[in-house]
């Protein structure tokens, strides 16, 4: 074997003679740090799962694993709070993070500054919550809503700022500025359910001294892991059950949430939410312009009808001659007034006869019937007389040829 007696070199001499530093254990793990410091990409990505979170002392400790390795994670309490994420066991998320090493003990782990949930995750989550609530009855169209036709008050649910509603607010004015919307400001990012729901509870209460007639639920533009929150399982109850029809404009038109599913309308876009509810002033204009045609025509039929009418009784009461009726009429007439004239008592009394009644005023044509010492009453044409009966004769008067 090679040593020192057969080359007469000693160890001591070889170590000198390839200068391999020398370090104490601080040092060392001081040299690694420095390295790490300097060689390290300051802020990285990894995607990993997460496997056994531990809350300690306020921080959330957990491994990072592929399956092939892992690593120590940490998020320190003062982060903690404003992460979107709170991973469980078993989660897989897409961590923003930088490398801490602990010189003491050459501890190396990852310090947490963001988290994401993985889209498989999402995805999971999503169909966990739509059989839910599928079997909960909340995810048919039978129970869905009927839109309002043109909705007087809208409630808007949306971060403030956002371009997203700026180009709500700009196509409402441009298609029907006589809708009342009612900005309400909500996160729409992260672990924010339980701030939404709050707000939904709120409205819910207020819903008729507000004059709500419908719900817009509306974010902008992201990734599908942004979206997580519209999957929460509470928040997409309440939807469900808001006292108005609620219309959900989330994202793009790919994505897809368990909001949209219980919601009574989904758009793809929140512009086209609101589109949806409103009407275009510009179509609905054409529509009256329309319907006052329409009854212009109406009425032109009307009159056409009426005096087609008309003209039809003017031909009829031609044809019947009315004045030539009336000439029949006034004949007729008069020759009733001659008849009345020639039987009038008044033209027999003038030629010497009289009108002989009984004490009971009843005309007598003959002597039957009279008897001696009644009285009787004869009338003539100036006058009359009471007379009582002497004698009774029963004499016919002879006819003449």
């Known amino acids: 074997m090679p040593s020192s007696a057969c080359t007469g070199v000693s160890p001591t001499d070889v170590l000198s003679a390839e200068r391999i530093p020398t370090f104490s254990v601080a040092e060392l793990n001081s ?3 420095n390295l790490l410091e300097r060689g390290f990409a300051p802020r990285f990505l990894v995607e990993a799962t997460v ?13 990072l694993t592929d399956g092939e390795a892992s690593i ?21 998320v897409t961590v923003v993070g930088k490398l801490n090493f602990w010189t003491a003990r050459a501890s190396l782990n990852v310090q947490v500054l963001d988290i994401r949930p993985s889209l498989s995750t999402v995805l999971r989550q999503f169909e966990l ?39 709500m607010l700009r196509t409402a004015t441009e298609r029907w500025p006589l809708t009342r919307l009612l900005v309400v400001p909500i996160p729409v990012q992260g672990s924010v359910a339980t701030r939404i729901r709050e707000v939904l509870g709120r409205l819910a209460k207020e ?11 509306a974010r902008g533009g992201g990734s599908r892991e942004d979206l997580a929150v519209f999957d929460d399982e509470d928040l997409c109850r309440d939807l469900a059950a808001f006292p108005v029809p609620v219309v959900t404009g989330l994202g793009h038109e790919d994505d897809l949430t368990v909001a949209d599913l219980v919601a009574d309308h989904r758009a793809a876009t929140p512009t086209a939410a609101i589109v949806a509810l409103l009407p275009d002033r510009q179509v609905a204009l054409r529509e009256l312009q329309q319907q006052r045609q329409r009854l212009r025509d109406v009425q032109s039929r009307w009159l056409e009808r009426q005096q087609q009418r008309l003209m039809e009784r003017h031909q009829a009461l031609a044809l019947q001659a009315p004045q030539r009726r009336l000439q029949e009429l ?53 006058g009359s007389i009471e007379a009582a009966v002497t004698q009774v004769r029963s004499q016919p008067l002879s006819s003449t040829s």
């Open 31 to 33: 040299a690694v740090g």
């Open 51 to 63: 496997s056994r979170p531990q809350l300690k002392k306020g921080h959330l400790w957990f491994t």
């Open 72 to 92: 120590s994670a940490v998020a320190w309490a003062s982060q903690l709070r404003q992460l979107r994420h709170r991973p469980e066991d078993g989660d897989g």
């Open 129 to 167: 919550v739509r059989r839910r609530l599928e079997e909960a009855g909340l995810i048919d169209s039978a129970r869905r809503r009927p839109l309002p036709r043109q909705p007087q008050t809208l409630a808007v649910l949306t971060s403030v700022p956002s371009s997203a509603l700026a180009d």
């Open 207 to 217: 819903a008729g001294s507000l004059g709500l007639d419908a719900l817009v639920l």
């Open 330 to 382: 006034r004949q007729g007439l008069d020759q009733r007034r001659a008849l009345l004239r020639a039987l009038s008592p008044q033209r027999w009394l003038k030629q010497g006869l009289a009108l002989v009644s009984n004490a009971q005023g009843i005309a007598i044509d003959g002597v039957a019937g009279i008897q001696k010492k009644d009285k009787l009453t004869l009338r003539f044409q100036d």
